[in-house]
Structures are given as structure tokens and as C-alpha cells.
């Protein structure tokens, strides 16, 4: 079988899976992004253990708070793989996460993935949040996102002082909502998104990303 | 006839799951912003398409321009022979294949010929299995032609067409029917032998005419009207391997030498095992494989200091060092086929200056894949 993301053919132990499931990684593959495991509580972000980071002590000043899940650091794999997935347009990686993505799912809980506004969708053809929230469980389409120009070459402080884009498309049915994104660098979008759901009156929003910035990192910015 | 892009209107991209550009079937499903849909994984560096997309053809504008040739010397017997039924092969509109020994000098042979068909106003195209005998190639190529040679490889312009193209397959997968003249380089090598879409891709490059130039041709490639060379070009004889049974104070033996030594192994984990080995005995060495990035300074390092070499079957073909030893460290290994120990052997004395070299096969048994290389080998020196 040949792995999803290197696509070098490796052997793979029988099980009854061998039979189900077509997309395996290969052991070095999978060893190459950095889970985060311990860190701050609300954003994940590494450090001291149960300490909230200052990014999101910014944020509870700002009387927003968002519990969001990150799942792997951004760093160098990081980048590779989601600019492999969201920019060259390799769909099929996700499947790398449906076990650690389905893990997440819960009961009673409504999946929500950021929109990309129109114009943007129709370039890429597909919404990467959308796919990642796919795999963890039942998806609504709550929000709309009006025409922004692209963050990739924003600073942190413009990324922070933007309009909200974000408006309710439909009403959910179900009161908890989790948002779904794939990366969080400072955390507005989440954050201006969580705030038009809260407007809209559900209590219980909380937030999943696949990737968390590390701050004081050289990586670029996305 | 042209260049494959994708358009608003024309065939859609993927068809049968089949990729129309590529002609791969690793197409995935998956969820466009319009519905279910599906994309080619083969050819995502050449930017992702799906079935929603369509692929128009686009006809190629460079200039068609003459050439002149300067040959780099004298054609010997056996090879202005060889290169005068090429001649007559393009003037017959005939595939042909090109059977000449390692070290026989393949690449001037082709030169007039191509000559030919770049003066009639068609263009050429070489691929090769490897970047680095691509761009051998190409350097040879701009030495002896006056047209400028394009390289279309990893690390060269990948979207432009000339009249003389010098190409490794991947990069071909969005041309259709643009070259008159499709000289494959190594036709039994690793990609066009095992992968079949890439043989059909490089079959739609062409036109339909294609020389095939090897030697240790598939029986497939045999079908095809055939010229033989089987002298170098210094006209020595090909090296004859020697069988010796694999012991470790052999192998050390061998290692004793004074001149440059390649030894080839199976797999990159006995490049470690072997390397111990040696490291044990007080040699030093460098290891080759498909990893390693600086392969042309390890080259040139063998050449200058005489050192030892441990090479995967990466080095097997196209590479050329003056006055080298070779052996085949378990030589009965499923993956040495009798086509790559001969290419191994032909690593042994192909410099005019130093015409012989030895060659050792070290074996754990005796295999028929031993003795047909080495049966070739003797035909070869007979014929």
C-alpha cells in the first residue's frame, strides 16, 4: 500500500481494516506534525500547563471567551501539510485525520466549519473547514462571510482590527454550536465568528482548529 | 496538437476516472463547492484539476529555427554506421531501437539525426529516467548544436518548448502530439518499465516516431527494427564479470585495491550493514543513495581521491568514472535483475584513457540472473 502523504509503498500489517480502509500513513508520516498536548486552556497554545497565554488573556479583556481545541502546532510540517491541502488542492489528506477528528465528536453538538465568502470558494472549489468539520460529525451551514480581502499578508495587529465579516445564514436547531477552522493564528476570525453566533443568541459556542500558531516563531504567517 | 490547459469550454479533465491529462487513474472523489466531484492526485504539481474542469489545447508558438552541428569528433566505424540507419529510420518514418553497449557513446550516435529533423522544421524531444542524465544530455546537446536546448526537468524552465527538448517524463504530462521525434534515453529504466501510464504519456508527447536507446533492451522494446553496437568506442572489450563467492574477507579484499571502487548494494539498509562492515576494517567510504542530495560531488570525490563508494542501484546507469573497479555485493538479490548487473558491469572501463576495469559479482548462490548478464556480457564482446 502506498502512503497517502509521502505516496512510497510501505507494508502494512493485516487486520480487518486492511480491507476498509484505503488511505493508511505511513509511520514516518505520521510521526511529522507536533501534537499539543498540554498548554493554554482556551487556545492550546504551548507553555506552562493550565496557564492561560496572553493572546487569550487579550481576548477575556475584551470580554470574548472562546475555549477553542487545537489539535497540532504550526510549525514547519504544519505548514507543509496544510499548504499541501489548502493551497495545492490535495483534498484526500484529510482522511490523515479523520481518527483524531472523529474523537472530538459529541453528543448533542452541532458542527459549524467558518464559510469562505463566494468568490473564494468558487477559486478553490472547495472549503477546508468544511471537510475537517465533515469528519468529526453533523455539519450546519449557520454562517454566511461577506467579500474580505485575504489574511495571508496581514500583520497581527491589522489581522486584529477588521470588520466582522461574518452574518447568520440560518438558524440551528441545536443550542451548542463548535466551530470548526483549520488554522488559528491570532484568533479573530474564530473570535468574530463566535461573537455573531452569540449575538444570535446561542449560549454554548466553542471552537476546533487543526493548527495553532506558535507565537514567537519566524514561520511565516498564513 | 499542443499544450493541454485548462479552458472554459473543451473535454472535461477526467473522464472514466481516467485523468485526460496525466492518464492516471489515482482520481479521488471528493466534494466541489457545486457537488460530488472528483481530482487527479498524479498531476497536482501542475496544478490540481477535476472533473468540472475542462482542458482546451493550445498550439506551441516558439519559432521553428535551423541548426547547425558541430560534432564533438569523429564517429568511429561502428558508429556512423549505427547513426546512418537512424538517417534512414526518420526517412522511413520507423520506430527504431538502438541496442549499443554501456560506454559506446549512445549520445553522439543520435546527434546527426537530430540534426535532420531539426532542419526540416520538426522538433525533438529526449526524455530520460533521471534528472542527472538529463542534464548530461543537455550539456552535451548545447555543445554540439547551435539551437538553444531546452530543459524541461525539475529545476529547468518546466513550460517552455524549443526545437531540441531535453525532459524527464513527469514534466511531460500536459503536452499532446507536439514532438515529430521522441528519442527515449534508457527505455528499460525504472519509470517507463514499471509505470505503464507514464509509457502512454510519453507515447501521446510524440508523434508516433521514437527511438529507443538502451543496452539491455525489454523484450518489448525487441519488437522494433534494431541496430546493434557492441564495441566501445575505444574498442576494447566489455569488462567480464567475475562470480566470487560473498565473504566478508573477501568483500575487505576487494576493498584493498588502490583504485576507485564501487560497490553497488541491493537496498539503502545494507548500505548501513555493508558500511559497518567497511567502517570496521578501517575504510572510509561514501554512501549513495536516492537521498542523497550531493551525488555529483561524491562523483567527483571518487574520481580524485580513489575512495570507496557504497551506491543503491540509483548509480546503475549514466555515470562514468575513469579507472573504476566495480563489484555487486549480493549479487543473487531478487532486485538486481540481469539488466541492471549488466549495467552495473558497464560502469567498469568506459574511458578511452583507462579501457579495462574489474568486475566482481560476490554471490550467496548462484542465480540464472548472474549468468544471463553474464552470458550478454560474452555475446556482446563476440559479436
Known sequence: MNCLVCRKPFAIPWSPATLLKRDWVCPDCAGLLTPLISGCPRCGHPGADGVTCDDCVRWLALGLDLTVRSLYAYDEAGTNWLHRYKFGGDVVLVNQMRPILRSLRERGVVYVPIPLSEERLRTRRFNQADLLARMIGPTERVLVKSEVSSQRELGKEERRHRPNPFA??????????????????????????????????????????????????????? | MGQLVVRPTGRPAIRFGICQRCLSTDVRAFTCHHGACSYCRNCLHLGRICRCDRLGEEDITTPVEPTELVMPFELSDGQRHVSEQLLTWWDQKKTGLVHAVCGSGKTEMAFPVIERVVNVGKRVLIVSPRRDVAIEWAERLECAFSVPVTRRYGGGEKDTIGMITVATAPLLLNLKHVFDYVLVDESDAFPFAFDMALWWTIRRVGKGIFLFVTATPTVWQRQFPTAHL?????????????????????????????????????????LVRYGELLHANGFTYRAVSADTDERTDTLEWLEATNGIVLATSIWERGMTVRGVDVAVLDSSHALFSSRALVQMAGRAGRKPTAPTGDVVFFYHERTFRQDRAIREIEEANRR
Open chain 2, 230 to 270: 557492441s564495441r566501445r568506442y575505444h574498442g576494447h572489450d566489455l569488462p567480464v564479470p567475475t562470480l566470487v563467492k560473498q565473504t566478508d574477507e573477501a568483500i575487505v579484499a576487494f576493498c584493498r585495491r588502490k583504485t576507485p571502487r564501487l560497490l553497488f548494494v541491493p537496498t539503502k539498509a545494507d
Open chain 1, 168 to 222: 447568520i445564514h440560518k438558524a440551528s436547531r441545536c443550542e451548542k454550536i463548535v466551530l470548526v477552522d483549520d488554522v488559528y493564528t491570532t484568533g479573530t476570525t474564530l473570535h468574530q465568528a463566535a461573537f455573531t453566533l452569540k449575538k444570535a443568541g446561542y449560549e454554548e459556542v466553542s471552537a476546533v482548529c487543526l493548527f495553532r500558531t506558535l507565537n514567537k516563531s519566524k514561520m511565516r504567517p498564513i
